[in-house]
């Protein structure tokens, strides 16, 4: 018996919106291609395995922590998960045919295939790019002005673009949502997240000059002393880490680069950020 829940979760779909940094003796634009918070997800499994894989459906929410939401019109695509995380895709990106789901040839996963065109629509991890800015041995945080976790507090981060490198989008990003110019320094962190197909990268970063202010995804930027970063309302697990992580290197000396992945505690709240492991942690 197959029984259908639905969610609520990112989409492929995306809109072009204008972004402009002003500048001394000229003005430039770069085109921001948001993800778009409108698609239905259907979830198609057997109800013997609705239970064990309740967590794992609640945190395909978390699939669109960083989504931005926007009043361009899109095209919605409705998908479904087949089992564990692949994800049925009806129809084709390229030619809007409808899709078979079948293992291709040579492949051990089962993939997205038009049966007009014959192309397969592939979904792969996305990249989360941001910056922990350090100045006066504070760091700059934003607080979110936008769901989901609205009210709570991050470092600037968010998408990666077509076209742009890590450090430009989190760069740009902090511009974003923080209104500062940053110079990046190095790469502080990557962290995997499985389950809901993210990696983050963050960087460490430098105030070019001591001017921030709220972007318009941000109702507060502020600067906090390290005793005082506001653990008790940070919005996602990746912040979280990379925070600790920070923390821990500077007690005892310098930042050092970290690679980990975060997983989350089985049976766990999936809103609990503080409920994971960090596996597979290297350091140098
Ligand atoms: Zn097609």
Not at 71 to 90: D, E, F, H, P, Y
Not at 102 to 111: A, F
Not at 201 to 215: D, E, R, V, Y
Request: with cysteine; aromatic share 8%.
């Amino acid at each position: 018996m197959l029984k259908a829940i639905q969610i609520v979760g990112s989409s492929s779909g995306f809109a072009s919106c204008r972004f402009r940094k002003p500048q001394p003796n000229s003005a430039f634009s770069l085109i921001s291609r948001k993800p778009i918070l409108t698609t239905s997800e259907t979830l198609l499994l057997p109800a013997s395995q609705l239970h064990s894989h309740k967590s794992c459906f609640r945190d395909f929410r978390m699939s669109s922590t960083h989504s931005k939401s926007s009043s361009s019109s899109s095209v919605a695509v409705q998908s479904t998960i087949l089992q564990g995380n692949i994800r049925k895709i009806n129809f084709c990106q390229f030619c809007g045919g409808p899709n078979k789901h079948e293992i291709p040839d040579g492949e051990e996963k089962v993939r997205a295939i038009c049966t007009r065109c014959g192309k397969i629509t592939y979904e792969n991890p996305k990249m989360v790019v941001g910056c922990l800015i350090e100045h006066d041995k504070k760091i700059l945080m934003c607080r979110r002005k936008i769901h989901p976790s609205y009210g709570l507090w991050t470092l600037p981060a968010g998408y990666m673009e077509i076209g742009e490198s890590a450090a430009e989008g989190a760069i740009r990003e902090t511009w974003e949502e923080a209104n500062a110019e940053v110079e990046v320094q190095s790469l502080f962190a990557q962290l995997d997240i499985p389950l809901i197909g993210q990696t983050y990268m963050i960087f460490l970063a430098k105030l070019k000059n001591p001017h921030f202010s709220p972007g318009p995804e941000s109702s507060e930027c502020q600067l906090f002393e390290l005793d005082d970063i506001p653990f008790d309302s940070l919005a996602f697990s990746s912040m979280l880490v990379s925070l600790n992580l920070y923390i821990e290197d500077i007690k005892v000396g310098r930042p050092k680069f970290h690679y980990g992945v975060i997983n989350k505690r089985p049976g766990t709240s999936p809103s609990d950020i503080h409920a994971y492991t960090l596996d597979f942690h290297m350091q140098s």
